[in-house]
């Protein structure tokens, strides 16, 4: 069994859960069927295990590092690039115009979940690219999707995304990044059609840019947001800009540098692999996307993506975690059963003891719902309608902070069960570790997230997305059977309550005050909703598989799910202790 991530779990989850063959019925993907389906998801499996697993540590150990002139990267990660670029992995969920075969995204996830867990570091660079890639096609010019998008896909660019700056990071209407425009609005032209003038001098500093600097591609493309002199403060006054590390010419050529230079590398606990660049932009060539005033909205395009990405890692990263747990729990003997009068009888397997039994099935439910919970999201867009997006869009908050937070608990426990061995390097648990801990921080902390949920998403459209949440939620619970369906629909009830107790009076000091607690309850709910429908997508199969989905439906619901009541209390209370301490009495 592969200790990168579950094929029997992923295919439940498409086939008999999701449902994802029923989606070749639609235009879009018409041409595929189960069997493309599997192939690219083999395909996956086979590369992430051949060539990015096996240098996951060593990308760790010897990170990237900088002489000043040059970065260093381990040429394992290059050989991995190239195996996954000749894939057509890249390019599998783009429309076909441009190279693509037009994969849902839901199996292009699941696809990508391999690479993730296999290799965080490594595959951050398609991840972004990827990501980049789609943000430009949809909102690109033709000239820049011939530019940039074309050899994004083909594997010769990476891309990234340069939002935070030192002293704007989740506050990105305090971005100072300048951009001024560089023509006189007449050229350039591209194969005689005159093309506006999109072209601006780029000036400021980005902080935090993950692949913002390296030599595993013939070229980057940044896209920068950055303020238009004279336009307004604030976050409506951010364009949107790519500035390549290099010109590229008309033709496609890779010319001279740019005005984009590696202040430094950052030194981070863990996703080692992936550079993350302090950059300096001085007078750098950039070239507006779209219209001067709607960057973050096209931004918002690739961080809802990222979003659901950096979910998706934090399931990646806890699963293997788990995998390796479980592997490690049924081969270690130590100690013996509660009650064995014999000490000279063999000691038992870790994975008898009750204790580790706790750390493994609440794992298991953590990382299996959490999977369950990107997939969902990730087919919502795969099926784009009013509903489905305004479902989409309250569950973005809880796709990215709840994987963060539970599937880093699961790593948290695979380190417990190795015990003493799990705290040092010589096992690769304290690397998932470390690794997993980034993603409650970037792409909008996870108090961020809560701030977004609760302060947005939930009353957005007078709750609209709440309500239909809810009535997903109820649905699912009213058919399960009743001593697990009842606690989700009183769950869902009390959700419905608090928020409306919460934001009654219309302070938001006050219903803000303990956003964090909100989303755990919310995120718990939509765990356990996840779970009764796993459950009765197992229905009475029989076999190991099933009964451990079960199993885990029935240990979140009755484990899990009652950590929401104490959390609901104290949102009921609407208790400000946190808004009324003073910053002396800290300390
Ligand atoms: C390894 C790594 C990779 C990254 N990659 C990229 C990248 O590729 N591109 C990019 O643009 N950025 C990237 N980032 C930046 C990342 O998105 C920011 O670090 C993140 O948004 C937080 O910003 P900050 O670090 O400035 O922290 P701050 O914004 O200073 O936050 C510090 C703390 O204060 C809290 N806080 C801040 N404001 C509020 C508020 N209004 N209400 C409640 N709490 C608040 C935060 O939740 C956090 O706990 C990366 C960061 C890291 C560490």
């Keep these: 069994m592969s200790r990168i991530l579950s094929r029997r779990d992923l295919d439940f989850l498409l086939y008999e859960w999701l449902d994802v063959e029923a989606l070749t019925a639609r235009e879009r993907f018409a041409e595929h069927s189960r069997e493309t389906f599997d192939a690219f998801l083999d395909l996956s499996a086979l590369i992430a295990e051949r060539d990015f697993a096996p240098h996951n540590r060593r990308n760790d150990l010897e990170e990237p590092s900088f002489d000043g002139e040059r ?12 195996a996954f670029n000749e894939s057509g992995l890249i390019s599998a969920a783009m429309d076909e115009e441009l190279g693509g075969t037009q994969l849902p995204l839901v199996v292009a996830r699941a696809c990508f979940l391999w690479f993730q867990a296999a290799n965080i570091g490594t595959s951050s660079y398609p991840m972004l690219t990827m990501a980049n890639a789609h943000l430009l096609a949809t909102h690109g010019t033709p000239e820049q999707i011939e530019t940039y998008v074309k050899p994004m896909l083909a594997g010769r660019f990476t891309g990234t995304m ?11 209407s305090d971005v100072l990044t300048r951009a001024v425009p560089a023509g006189d609005g007449t050229e350039p032209t591209r194969g005689g059609k005159p093309m506006p003038n999109r072209e601006y001098r780029v000036t400021g500093s ?41 010109l590229v010419g008309p033709d496609g050529t890779v ?62 990263l806890g699963y293997t975690g788990y995998l390796h747990a479980l592997d490690y729990a049924r081969e270690r003997r130590q100690g013996r059963p509660v009650g064995a009068k014999d000490p000279a009888a063999p000691p038992a397997p870790i994975v008898d003891h009750p204790d580790v039994r706790r750390m493994l099935l609440a794992s298991k439910a ?31 908050p809880i796709v990215k902070a709840w994987p963060s937070q539970w599937c880093r608990l699961a790593d948290d426990h695979a380190i417990q069960i190795h015990g003493g061995y799990g705290y040092t390097r010589e096992y690769p648990v304290e690397q998932f570790y470390r690794d997993n801990r980034l993603n409650s921080i970037h792409e909008g902390t996870d108090g961020i997230q809560a701030l977004d949920l609760l302060g947005r998403k939930v009353v957005m459209r007078d709750g609209a997305g709440l309500a239909l949440l809810l009535s997903r939620v109820r649905e699912t619970a009213a058919a399960a059977p009743a001593d697990l369906g009842e606690p989700v629909l009183a769950a869902a009830d009390r959700l419905a309550r608090t928020t409306a107790k919460l934001w009654a009076g219309g302070d938001a000091t006050v219903a803000l005050a303990n956003a964090t607690a909100y989303l755990d309850a919310a995120g718990h709910l939509v765990i356990a909703w996840l779970w009764l429908s796993q459950l009765a997508a197992a229905g009475d199969k029989s076999g190991d598989f099933y009964e451990g989905k079960r199993l885990a439906a029935r240990y979140f619901i009755t484990h899990e799910l009652p950590r929401t009541g104490p959390l609901f209390d104290l949102l009921d209370s609407r208790d400000t202790l946190l808004v009324d301490l003073q910053d002396a009495w800290l300390g």
Aim: hydrophobic content about 50%.
């Design 71 to 82: 970065v260093h990267i381990i040429p394992e990660v290059a050989a991995a690039l190239a």
């Design 162 to 172: 340069c939002l935070s700056e030192p002293q704007a990071g989740s506050s990105l």
């Design 206 to 246: 980005k902080m935090w840019i993950s692949g913002g600097d390296h030599e595993l591609s013939e070229t980057i493309v940044h896209l920068v947001l950055a303020r238009v002199a004279g336009a307004a403060s604030g976050v409506k006054g951010l364009s949107l800009f790519i500035v390549p590390k290099h």
């Design 255 to 316: 010319g001279a540098r740019n005005g984009v230079a590696l202040a430094g590398l950052n030194h981070k606990m863990g996703y080692r692999g992936t550079t993350n660049a302090v950059l300096s932009f001085e007078d750098a060539t950039g070239y507006l996307v779209g219209a001067e005033g709607n960057g973050l909205a096209y931004m918002f395009l690739m961080m809802n993506e990222a979003r659901i990405g950096v979910g998706a890692g934090a399931v990646a």
């Design 366 to 396: 953590y990382v299996e719902g959490g999977l369950a919970l990107v997939l969902f999201a990730a087919k919502l867009l795969d099926e784009p309608s009013a509903e489905n997006d305004l479902l989409l869009d309250v569950l973005t």
